[in-house]
């Protein structure tokens, strides 16, 4: 029995299996991309599903054609505005960067199945989870358009080293497919498409079997050795550098060409060049 009463999200779907509980990103005709709103309902699920007995692992998946597109930034849409100076940026930055460690706090397991598209921030949320399953044919990167940069990278480094991790970065729109990722180590392992939510779940199912108290300190143990090495810190010293580069020339024109011309038409001329400096 469940000892709290679970969420009805607008931007989630929980489907229970077992004893493990799915949370479907569910924005499919915007590519599952991140609102303001999909954050704050992703960390209170996360919350609840930690005082669910019903529920002793957690697999984060998407809806529709991709797992999910990252934030949502486009013009007039429900998702992450402008900070006005680089103090309240830098604040804000930290603060959604503890939305998703929920991800890597929570007590439960908590397995990514990812397919389709999976970029910029969207990435963050597998590297924080437990583990993270990949469709062979999964398309894994950034942004194509670079509007700052700091908040993704340190999680890279740590689960892919810094020489790709700089391949990522220095690339504008550079992807890896989920074989690539797999091998780098970003990802356990690469699955036929077909069947990603089967092994997603089959993995989960035998990750329950373990009594909840054992997964909750087996898992903190290793987080803790991840922290050891200056995990947490990494991470606040990258939203820092992202607030900075926020305020930059090129980051500022960016960001007005999108606020003129939407995200796809920014994209397209970045692409062609049109937008260099």
């Known amino acids: 029995m469940s000892t709290t009463p679970l969420p009805s999200p607008q931007t989630l779907q929980l489907e229970q299996h077992g004893r493990v509980t799915v949370v479907w990103l569910n924005r499919p005709d915007k590519l599952n991309a991140i609102s ?5 309902e992703i960390v209170a699920v996360l919350r609840a599903l930690a005082q669910d007995d019903a529920t002793r692992v957690i697999v984060l998946a998407g809806r529709g054609a991709s797992f999910c597109s990252g934030f949502d930034i486009e013009r007039g849409g429900p998702g992450f505005g402008w900070a006005p100076d680089p103090v309240s940026d830098a604040i804000g930055l930290e603060n959604r960067l503890g939305h998703f460690l929920e991800v890597w ?4 397991p908590v397995v990514a199945a990812v397919h389709g598209n999976c970029l910029a921030a969207a990435t963050m949320l597998c590297t924080l ?8 044919d ?3 990167g950034y942004s194509t358009i670079p509007l700052g940069g700091g908040f993704l990278e340190p999680l890279w480094v740590h689960l892919v080293g810094p020489k790709r991790a700089k391949q990522m970065a220095l690339i504008p729109g550079h992807t890896i497919s989920g074989a690539t990722a797999a091998d780098w180590g970003w990802a356990n392992y690469a699955i036929a498409p077909e069947r990603l939510l089967e092994e997603a779940l089959d993995v989960a199912t035998r990750m329950s079997r373990l009594p909840p108290d054992v997964a909750r300190l087996r898992k903190q143990a290793i987080n803790r050795m991840v922290e050891l090495t200056g995990f947490r810190e990494g991470l606040r010293m990258g939203a820092q550098t992202d607030a900075v580069l926020h305020q930059s020339p090129a980051v500022q024109m960016l960001r007005r060409v999108i606020g003129e011309c939407g995200l796809k038409e920014a994209v397209h001329r970045f692409q ?6």
């Open 36 to 40: 303001r709103l999909m954050l704050d």
């Open 129 to 136: 989870a437990d583990l993270t399953i990949v469709a062979s």
């Open 272 to 277: 062609a060049g049109e937008l260099e400096n």
């Open 138 to 140: 999964a398309r894994i």
């Open 105 to 108: 706090d929570s007590p439960k």
